[in-house]
C-alpha cells in the first residue's frame, strides 16, 4: 500500500503539473492592462501612436498566441480576447472583443488565419518548405 | 482453518503481481511522457520520412495565399497611389515569387508610371538547410530617395524574427508584407486606411468560425496529463481494494 501511495501519487502529481501548466499556461489577456494604460475613446482606447508601434507595446506586455498584420491595422489574438489595433486620425485606437465577437467583427481580415469553414484555418500556416507536417 | 494455510502464500504472489502492476504503469507513464513526445518531435519534423531528398519545387506562398495577399494590397494601393508588392526567394530552387497589389506574378517595380507611381516591396532572403528554412533576412525596398523604411519595430516586439521561424514562418512573411501599407502611413506618405468591421468576403461561408485555438500539442498534453492522474489514481484505489480486501480476509 505504501508503494502504490507513493508511485500512484507521483503519478498524479506530475499529471496535475502538466495540466496546470498546459491549462493555466500561454499568455495573460491584455484587457485590464489595455484599459488601465491607455485612455477610452473612439469605442475604444486611444493611443498616441500608430499601430504597428502600438500592437508592439501590448505584445511586449502580453504575447498574443497569434497575430496578423494587415494593411487596416493589427489583428493580436488572445486565448480570451481579440485585440484590434486600428490607425486612427491621432495615432491608433484600440478594440478588446471576446474572441467569437472579435472573429465576427474583423473577419474580413483574420479570415482564413485564425479559422474558416468549420473552423479551419487555411492561409498561412506552417514553418515554410519542408516544416514539418 | 484447513485451507487458510495456503492463503498467505497466495496473498504474497498477488502481492507480488502488484509490484509487477506498479512498474508497468511507471514504464507505460514513462513511454507517454518521454519517448512519446519525442517521437512525435522527430516526426514532425520530418525526422521518418523516406524521401531525403530537398524539394527543389518548394515556394513560401502557394496560390491562394498570393491571392488574398494581392486583394488585400489592392484598396491600400488604389488609396495611397502607392504599388506595394514582394518579392520571396524560398531558396529552395523554386523560382523566386514575386507579386503585388497587382496580381500573383505582376513585380511593382516594373510596372508603367501610370499605374505605380511609387511602389514600396518587401523582399525576403530565406536560407533553406536540411529540407527547412532555417532563417530569413527581411529588407524593404522603395521609389522614394528620402524615405527609409524600417521593419525594427516589428523585429523587436518578436513580430518578426529571422532566426526563430518555428511555425509562423509563413505567417510572418504574410505580415511582413501586410505592414508595407500601415509603414506607409506612419511615413506620412499616405493616409491611413480605414477599417471596416464585418467585412463582407467572398470567401466566407455561412459555417465560418474562429479555431479553437489550441492545436495538437495543447490536447495531447490534457490527455496525458488527465491520463496520469487517472493511473495514478487507479494505482491508489487498486492497491486500498487489495489491501482492505487482505485484511478483511477475502
Not at chain 1, 508592439?56 to 486565448?79: K, M, N
Not at chain 2, 491562394?64 to 486583394?71: D, G, K, S
Not at chain 2, 505567417?171 to 506620412?188: K, T, V
Request: hydrophobic share 40%.
Amino acid at each position: 500500500m505504501k508503494k502504490a501511495m507513493i508511485g500512484g501519487g507521483i503519478l498524479m502529481l506530475v499529471g496535475v503539473i502538466i495540466l496546470a501548466l498546459t491549462v493555466r499556461g500561454g499568455t495573460r489577456s491584455p484587457r485590464e492592462w489595455i484599459s488601465g494604460r491607455f485612455p477610452a475613446g473612439g469605442g475604444g482606447y486611444q493611443s498616441g501612436q500608430p499601430p504597428i508601434r502600438t500592437a508592439g507595446e501590448i505584445i511586449g506586455h502580453s504575447r498574443p498566441v497569434d497575430r496578423v498584420y494587415d494593411p487596416a491595422g493589427v489583428f493580436l489574438r488572445y486565448p480570451g480576447a481579440v485585440v484590434a489595433v486600428l490607425p486612427a486620425a491621432t495615432g491608433s485606437v484600440i478594440h478588446v472583443d471576446t474572441p467569437e465577437r472579435g472573429y465576427q467583427r474583423w473577419r474580413g481580415y483574420v479570415n482564413g488565419r485564425w479559422g474558416g469553414p468549420g473552423g479551419r484555418a487555411s492561409l498561412f500556416r506552417g514553418g515554410g518548405p519542408g516544416g514539418g507536417k | 482453518m484447513s485451507g487458510g494455510g495456503a492463503k498467505p502464500d497466495e496473498r504474497k504472489k498477488k502481492k507480488g503481481n502488484g509490484g509487477w502492476i506498479g512498474c508497468l504503469i511507471v514504464l507505460a507513464a514513462f513511454a507517454l511522457t518521454v519517448v512519446l513526445p519525442i517521437g512525435w518531435s522527430l516526426w514532425d519534423e520530418g525526422a521518418f520520412d523516406p524521401d531525403l531528398s530537398d524539394d527543389m519545387t518548394a515556394v513560401a506562398l502557394g496560390p491562394a495565399e498570393t491571392a488574398r495577399l494581392a486583394e488585400r494590397l489592392q484598396e491600400a494601393s488604389r488609396r495611397h497611389g502607392i504599388c506595394y508588392g514582394w518579392e520571396v526567394d524560398a531558396d529552395t530552387g523554386a523560382p523566386v515569387e514575386v507579386g503585388s497589389n497587382l496580381g500573383a506574378g505582376v513585380d511593382a517595380r516594373k510596372a508603367d508610371k501610370a499605374t505605380c507611381p511609387e511602389w514600396i516591396v518587401l523582399k525576403a532572403d530565406y536560407f533553406y538547410l536540411d529540407k527547412e528554412w532555417s532563417s530569413v533576412g527581411y529588407t524593404v525596398l522603395d521609389s522614394y530617395d528620402a524615405v527609409q523604411f524600417s521593419l525594427d519595430e516589428l523585429t523587436s516586439s518578436g513580430v518578426l524574427d529571422g532566426t526563430e521561424l518555428g511555425e509562423r514562418g509563413v505567417a510572418q512573411l504574410a505580415d511582413a508584407i501586410g505592414s508595407l501599407p500601415l509603414l506607409a502611413a506612419e511615413a506620412d506618405l499616405a493616409p491611413a486606411l480605414p477599417a471596416q468591421e464585418q467585412v463582407f468576403s467572398p470567401s466566407a461561408t455561412v459555417d465560418d468560425e474562429l479555431d479553437s485555438g489550441r492545436g495538437a500539442g495543447w490536447w495531447f498534453l490534457v490527455g496525458l496529463g488527465s491520463l496520469l492522474v487517472g493511473l495514478g489514481l487507479l494505482w491508489i484505489i487498486r492497491s486500498a481494494v487489495k489491501e482492505w480486501k487482505w485484511r478483511r480476509g477475502l
